[in-house]
């Protein structure tokens, strides 16, 4: 079980605490950790810059000089063979001498008889993916303005960890099976706060309900022992968009993808409660009916990573009139 003690603070506060001195403590108290990771720690002397000029390079075709705001004393001359960028554009730029994921070394140096003081960085180079930035060129430097979040709130010279909220110590503990109830960020902040003797604070949610019966909607029956209840609810006149910067980098450390704002909010509510969630289509659910039951001796079923699987009589599924939806408690169906 991943933890990001950037999250934990927010149920008890240890963020005064070292990491080490943490992991040792919580071991101590019993509750026994793998090991921990200082995410982004090798990133180092990587900032926010701004274009201030682009310039064609005089001996090479596809070389272009910029000259960069990086909050310096004077700009930064960046010889580049990127070409998605344009002057006013935010970029993070590795100052030189920099550090990058994967032991790379950014020093200056010329490139075709023009100097260089430092490198432009995509979303690879700072060790990350589409699912964390979503707006950003997979094959291109990370313009950081294109992400509607991050326009108006980017400063020359911040560091980008800061700006991508990259900052963070994630702690991965073993969970026992006699303890189910430490697979949430809630149950390891409750050991958290006890090992401590400091203040858990819970919150209560509050949940909007709107007018109509869900019973005009949807069914949802039962036809297995193994399912005790099931709670499902409507949700109307959705977006689906990416999800804001704090909870994709939050899923990062746990160890989820992010992949839109719906799915990410499931995954969220799961590792904040211990509880699996899934959203469904409600335009893919034949009958508009959910039916908790046992799947039927080879039951095929495709999950959401298009991976197909044959089922076993005794699996629990969730499933329309017609067909499976989700092996209950571990993941969703392609077809819903």
């Known amino acids: ?17 070292p990491t080490k001195e943490y992991c040792d403590r919580m071991t101590d108290t019993g509750t026994k950790v ?5 995410l982004a720690a090798d990133i180092i002397n990587v900032y926010v810059s701004k274009v201030l000029s682009i310039e064609p390079h005089p001996q090479a075709d596809k ?3 910029c000259m960069v705001d990086d909050g310096g004393d004077k700009p930064l001359q960046i010889v580049t063979a990127a070409n998605n960028m344009k002057v006013g554009d935010y970029i993070p730029v590795c100052r030189a001498p920099a550090e990058l994921p994967g032991g790379v070394k950014i020093k200056a140096g010329k490139l075709r ?16 993916t589409l699912h964390e930035m979503p707006y950003a060129c997979e094959d291109g430097l990370l313009i950081l303005n294109d992400d509607p979040e991050l ?10 960890r800061d700006t991508l909220r990259l900052r963070d110590d994630v702690v991965d503990f073993e969970i026992t099976s006699n303890r189910p109830d430490c697979l949430s960020m809630i149950g390891l902040a409750r050991e958290t706060a006890a090992s401590y003797d400091i203040p858990l604070k819970l919150k209560t949610p509050a949940v909007k309900g709107s007018a109509g019966n869900i019973s005009d909607y949807l069914k949802v029956s039962i036809s297995s022992p193994l399912c005790r209840r099931y709670a499902a609810r409507i949700v109307r006149n959705i977006r689906i ?8 980098m939050r899923l990062r450390a746990m160890g989820v993808r992010a992949i839109n704002n719906i799915v990410d909010i499931t995954n969220y509510v799961m590792l904040e409660y211990g509880q699996p969630m899934h959203a469904f289509d409600y335009r893919c659910i034949d009958g508009s009916a959910i039916n908790v039951r046992e799947a039927y001796e080879g039951e095929t079923f495709v999950s959401l990573d298009d991976q197909p699987h044959e089922l076993k009589a005794g699996m629990l599924v969730i499933a329309d009139e017609k067909k499976a939806v989700a092996l209950a408690g571990v993941m969703g169906g392609q077809n819903s």
């Open 113 to 128: 008889g023009v100097e260089s003081f430092g490198m432009f960085c995509s979303i690879a180079e700072l060790g990350l």
């Open 34 to 38: 793998e090991g921990y990771e200082s």
């Open 1 to 17: 079980m991943l933890l990001s003690r950037e999250w934990l603070n927010e149920f008890a506060d240890v963020a005064s605490i």
């Open 151 to 160: 326009k108006d709130k980017l400063t020359p010279g911040e560091d980008i």
């Open 241 to 248: 968009a990416p999800s804001p910067l704090w909870l994709r």
């Open 63 to 65: 070389l272009l000089i």
